[in-house]
């Protein structure tokens, strides 16, 4: 048996490496996977650190597809990997998240007959100007098997009308990485540059086209934060689409810290160690609320609503006077404190594994 892993953009690496590294752990003689990189993110920063700090095996294949338009981006990709395909069919496509590779290979290898299992399916925010939340609706309305989070994501899938048989709610891989490399976290270079200290400094990130893509929205929400945050420092690793704007907006910077986008293992550490996130990435608020650390999201909706009803996450959207009050409560350290959501507990991808060998029917 031939097992596709489908991997294109930053979160994809973090979720796909604890798999690959039980599937290499059984040894299997029958099975042979391959790994393809949709090359949806590029840069080193985004893509090959990635690969070095998880130990994620170097891709097999690089559908080098890079950016465009929606539009562009997918049908690359699909191009790309119906090309592969046709020159050697694999059995089993795993794709994971929700990103615009997710989907693609998805509608591909399912044209030509192949299995899909999708890691991550059945989360849902409910807001279709998402990209995501298509990517996340194609995909499992054609996916044939399905491994959620959260009994939330399981009954949404059911509610769609998917045979409960092939859901399987195991958790969470992300939390997988992050348990597992958490003995090897470091703080950034930039940390002592900048004379930072320990729970004296907010991380920002912003990267969804709703809050970075218009000028004006960019530049209200990082002058509110400023505003509301007095004289705690406030570090932004910039996302590549984040920084494109970024130069043309008016802000205070001797209140920000910009750097580039961080390793895994700098990036978490900054977070583990600061009074708070705030943040529009639904991944960091996964990862916060293990390490309960509060964290602020600016949306109105979220696809992981454990993270708020049992996490340590707020939804604000683009409230400011909500913003304000909680940023307030962050910086004082009055926070709500965080539980473990079910499964969240570093073994998913054992379970999903050992279902993909035992119990999955794939010629
Ligand atoms: C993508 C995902 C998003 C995910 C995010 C994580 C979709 C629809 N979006 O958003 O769900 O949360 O990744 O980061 O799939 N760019 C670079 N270098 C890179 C990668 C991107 O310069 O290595 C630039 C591109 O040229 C593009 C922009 O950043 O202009 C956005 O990249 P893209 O992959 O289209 O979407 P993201 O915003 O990264």
């Given amino acids: ?82 090309k592969l395909l046709n020159k050697n069919k694999s059995n089993l496509c795993i794709v994971v998240g929700d990103v615009n590779s997710t989907m693609a290979c998805t509608i591909v ?10 890691v991550e399916a059945g989360i849902r925010s409910g807001d279709m100007t998402m990209p995501e939340e298509i990517n996340r609706i194609v995909t499992d309305s054609i996916s044939d098997y399905f491994f959620t989070t959260s009994n939330v994501a399981t009954n949404n899938l ?48 912003l990267h969804r086209p709703s809050n970075v893509d218009k000028l004006n929205k960019i530049e209200k929400i990082l002058n509110n934060i400023i505003m509301f945050s007095d004289d705690i420092k406030i570090v932004f ?13 008016n802000y205070d910077k001797s209140k920000v810290i910009l750097s580039e986008p961080m390793s895994y293992f700098e990036f978490n550490c900054l977070v583990e160690n600061s009074k708070g996130v705030i943040t529009d990435s639904g991944g960091i608020t996964e990862e916060t ?25 707020v939804l604000v959207g683009s409230d400011f006077s909500l913003l304000k009050k909680n940023i307030l409560k962050m910086i004082h350290g009055n926070w709500k404190q965080g539980r473990r959501p079910k499964y ?20």
């Fill in 289 to 313: 609320t293990i390490m309960n650390i509060p964290c602020i999201t600016l949306r109105d909706t979220t696809e992981r609503p454990e993270t708020v009803s049992i996490g340590t996450n």
């Fill in 158 to 205: 059911i509610k769609s009308g998917i045979n409960k048989s092939n859901i399987f709610f195991v958790g969470n891989t992300m939390i997988d990485t992050l348990l597992e490399h958490k003995k090897n976290f470091y703080l950034p270079k930039m940390f002592f540059k900048n004379k930072l200290i320990k729970n004296k400094y907010i991380v920002l990130t």
């Fill in 109 to 118: 290898a399912k044209k030509m007959g192949i299995s899909v299992a999708h």
């Fill in 344 to 363: 969240w507990d570093g073994k998913t991808s054992n379970r999903i594994i050992n279902i993909i060998l035992n119990k999955l029917k794939i010629d």
């Fill in 237 to 249: 690793p910039v996302h590549p689409r984040t920084n494109k704007i970024l130069k043309n907006i």
């Fill in 1 to 82: 048996m031939l097992i596709d892993f489908i991997a294109g953009a930053r979160p994809n690496f973090i979720k796909i490496a604890p798999l690959i590294k039980v599937l290499e752990k059984f040894k299997l003689s029958k099975i042979k996977y391959r790994l393809v990189h949709t090359g949806q993110h590029f840069d080193h920063n985004m893509s090959q650190i990635f690969f070095n700090q998880l130990k994620i095996p170097m891709p097999d294949i690089n559908l080098n597809a890079g950016s465009g338009t929606q539009s562009e981006q997918t049908s690359k990709i699909m191009i790309k990997y119906e």
